[in-house]
């Protein structure tokens, strides 16, 4: 039924990569709207592959339950891509329906779950200290464990040292299960004592090694089970099968150099589509070149990986996670099945940092934001820069893709992209606020 009423027939015309919609809908949509919007959101992706920013994308909007806007460039309507840190919102979702079930609290402190945690050491100017508090389960959900990335600060350091060892070792063929590595991540010293700052880093692969242990199983195994199946997110995990490889996308890479020429070795995938004749005919120097190398201990994604990384580790196509954001904007419910309770997913809707945390921010895209639960959470629409609801929440990743739920509006935003180290927040804000131009 219509806000008037009555039932609305919602159809969407066919534009070139673009889904035909033809069903009846609650709200009524204003079709020639939404097919401007989305013809304007190409156009904005058509501007930065030009300057040579990305080779392609993939974008979808869903809304009222309905993909109102799909569109591939240069890729593969089934191409899969790697999310890296979108992973982290589906281990958010993996460690709620634990603490749904009462089997997880994120009062209770990590060495209680892994015991190699209990006695953390930070590192400060003058040297070690003991930590004054325990690192809480909470800790890890909003980053507030002191738990780093691999960086070139002091206390990125030691974690550097260890990761480039790792990753050594993935080269030569020996793997580290996701067990051993986190057992190897407490022997490293903290950047601060838990809660007292945000910094981005290892909590969510944390996270992973706890689920884990308390669901007594690997943690690909609990989410194949407990979100992908019932979801029908059946191209989605922590490898490629090699009946479709042909479907992965090259993975690029952001330029450090001053090399400013086509990179002539690439040879982009069959889901590439047409990223290979761009790439010829660009007409502006690329500022990205194919990756020839692998971080924060992943595999080529070939083969069933020892470590699990719930904080990166995860391939997935545009369909696929497009199911999951819908999930999300529709309070936990997804494919006929739900995955989370309602109350659960509302939590995901506050953010869990204090006044004093959220000023420790330091990523630019994330301004006028709050975080926890691994994802941003809408706050301030003036320093953000964005259309959108107090309570929006969603993350993105280190190749690109980024995604929006807004369960208020059951509105969601994914899109797809594929060049390591990419970071565009204008774009990603002229993205974001032409596709809520067609909420009614």
């Known amino acids: 039924m219509g806000k008037n009423g009555a039932d609305i027939c919602f159809h969407s015309e066919y534009k070139t990569g673009c889904e035909i919609i033809a069903q009846k809908g609650y709200f009524i949509m204003d079709t020639n709207r939404i097919n401007r919007a989305a013809d304007d959101m190409e156009a904005i992706l058509q501007e930065e592959i030009a300057s040579g920013g990305v080779p392609g994308a993939s974008f979808a909007v869903q809304y009222h339950g309905q993909t109102v806007m799909r569109r591939h460039i240069n890729y593969k309507p089934d191409a899969i891509f790697r999310v890296y840190s979108m992973s982290k919102p589906i281990t958010a979702v993996a460690a709620h329906i634990l603490w749904e079930r009462g089997q997880l609290d994120w009062l209770t402190p990590l060495s209680y779950y892994l015991p190699e945690f209990a006695h953390m050491k930070v590192l400060t100017d003058s040297g070690l200290e003991e930590a004054n508090r325990p690192i809480f389960?909470?800790?890890?959900?909003?980053?507030?464990?002191?738990?780093?990335y691999p960086?070139?600060?002091?206390?990125g350091q030691p974690m550097q040292a260890l990761f480039d060892r790792i990753q050594k070792e993935i080269a030569n063929?020996?793997?580290t299960s996701t067990q051993e590595l986190c057992r190897l991540i407490a022997q490293q010293p903290?950047?601060?004592?838990?809660?007292?700052?945000?910094?981005?880093g290892l909590s969510c692969d944390v996270m992973g090694a706890v689920i884990e242990k308390v669901a007594d199983q690997p943690l690909s195994a609990f989410m194949e089970k407990e979100i992908f199946e019932p979801l029908g997110m059946s191209d989605t995990g922590f490898y490629v099968p090699e009946e479709k490889q042909s479907r992965f996308t090259t993975l690029y890479e952001v330029k450090t150099d001053a090399q400013t020429e086509t990179d002539a070795a690439a040879k982009p995938n069959a889901?590439?589509?047409?990223?290979?004749?761009?790439?010829?005919?660009?007409?502006?120097?690329?500022?990205?070149?194919?990756?020839?190398s692998r971080h924060l201990c992943l595999t080529e994604c070939l083969t069933p990986p020892a470590f699990a990384s719930g904080g990166a580790g995860i391939?997935?196509?545009?369909?696929?996670?497009?199911?999951?954001?819908?999930?999300?904007?529709h309070y936990g419910v997804g494919n006929g099945h739900r995955i989370l309770g309602r109350k659960t997913v509302e939590c995901f809707e506050h953010g869990q940092l204090d006044e004093a945390q959220q000023k420790t921010i330091y990523f630019d895209h994330i301004r006028g934001y709050n975080y926890g639960n691994f994802m941003r959470v809408y706050d301030d629409r003036t320093a953000s820069g964005c259309s959108g609801d107090p309570g929006e929440f969603g993350w993105d990743?280190?190749?690109?893709?980024?995604?929006?739920?807004?369960?208020?509006e059951e509105f969601a935003f994914v899109l797809m992209l594929q060049v390591g180290g990419y970071s565009h927040p204008e774009m990603i804000r002229r993205l974001r606020n032409t596709a809520y131009s067609i909420v009614e």
Do not use: C
């Open 137 to 148: 389960l909470l800790d890890l959900l909003r980053m507030t464990s002191g738990i780093v």
């Open 151 to 155: 960086d070139s600060d002091l206390p």
């Open 173 to 175: 063929g020996k793997q």
């Open 190 to 200: 903290l950047a601060f004592h838990p809660g007292e700052r945000w910094r981005y």
């Open 271 to 292: 889901a590439d589509g047409p990223v290979s004749q761009a790439m010829a005919e660009g007409s502006s120097p690329l500022r990205y070149k194919e990756a020839t």
């Open 315 to 329: 391939v997935s196509t545009l369909d696929d996670y497009v199911k999951f954001a819908d999930m999300l904007a």
């Open 397 to 408: 990743g280190w190749t690109g893709p980024y995604f929006l739920a807004n369960p208020k």
